[in-house]
């Protein structure tokens, strides 16, 4: 069993930006890494993944603007957010795709004030 942990959420002004984090309880082989989001009254979507061969995927409403990243070591994975806006307010989770199943974290709240 893997454990995720998300941090840095928070409330920010539109046009801020905050970064997220999620730190693995170990060190698991992956398919892929990820965050989604989930606004009230909305699916949860993809915003960003990286697959175990380095491809980055990157919803639309956010290209330009988040960047994801791994730093192994830190069994962690990282969401850029810059040039927020308040369509950006959701729940944020981090998954973890492995070949015995799926993580999830447990959520961190992004905030974005107009």
């Known amino acids: 069993q893997v454990q995720l942990v998300e941090s840095g959420g928070g409330l920010v002004q539109a046009g801020g930006s905050l970064r997220l984090a999620c730190t693995a309880s170990?060190?698991?082989?992956?398919?892929?890494v990820g965050w989604y989001r989930q606004a009230p009254g909305n699916q949860r979507g993809l915003v960003a993944q990286?697959?175990?061969?380095?491809?980055?995927d990157y919803a639309d409403s956010v290209k330009g603007r988040f960047t994801i990243t791994t730093d192994n070591a830190k069994k962690t994975v990282y969401l850029q957010m810059n040039a927020l806006n308040v369509e950006d307010t959701a729940v944020y989770y981090c998954?973890?795709?492995?070949?015995?199943?799926?993580?999830w974290g447990q959520g961190t709240q992004v905030t974005v004030s107009s």
């Open positions: 998954r973890v795709i492995t070949p015995q199943g799926d993580y």
């Open positions: 170990k060190r698991v082989f992956s398919d892929a």
């Open positions: 990286i697959t175990s061969n380095g491809r980055t």
